[in-house]
């Protein structure tokens, strides 16, 4: 049996990067803030996480794109696409 879970995700897009926060995975525990070598990570103003306290929110100007807070999430509440390596899947799809 197949269960599928729809996640609540806050998305925030350049045209570098697609930076996605799972909310419903979200236990705002802040390792993400904590590890990020360009502190560009805080507590967001008004998303709630999973136990209603505050989620993550990045700067996207600030970003460099690394990928720590989504290799460091005990909960991979945060996913991030650069746009780069996904036209390449692209091109390698539609060949």
């Known amino acids: 049996m197949k269960v599928k879970k729809d996640f609540k995700t806050y998305r925030k897009e350049n045209k570098e990067m697609i930076y996605d926060n799972h909310l419903d995975l979200c236990k705002s525990c802040g390792l993400c803030i ?15 996480g999973r136990f209603g306290s505050p989620a993550i929110d990045a700067d996207l100007d600030i970003c460099i794109k690394c ?5 460091i999430c005990p909960d991979a509440a945060i996913s991030i696409e650069i746009k780069k390596a996904r036209a390449k899947k692209e091109k390698v799809v539609n060949k």
């Not at 990020?36 to 967001?44: A, D, L, M, Q, S």
């Not at 990928?67 to 290799?71: A, I, L």
């Open 67 to 71: 990928g720590m807070c989504e290799r």
């Open 34 to 48: 904590e590890f990020c070598p360009v502190n560009c990570i805080k507590y967001h103003e008004k998303n709630l």
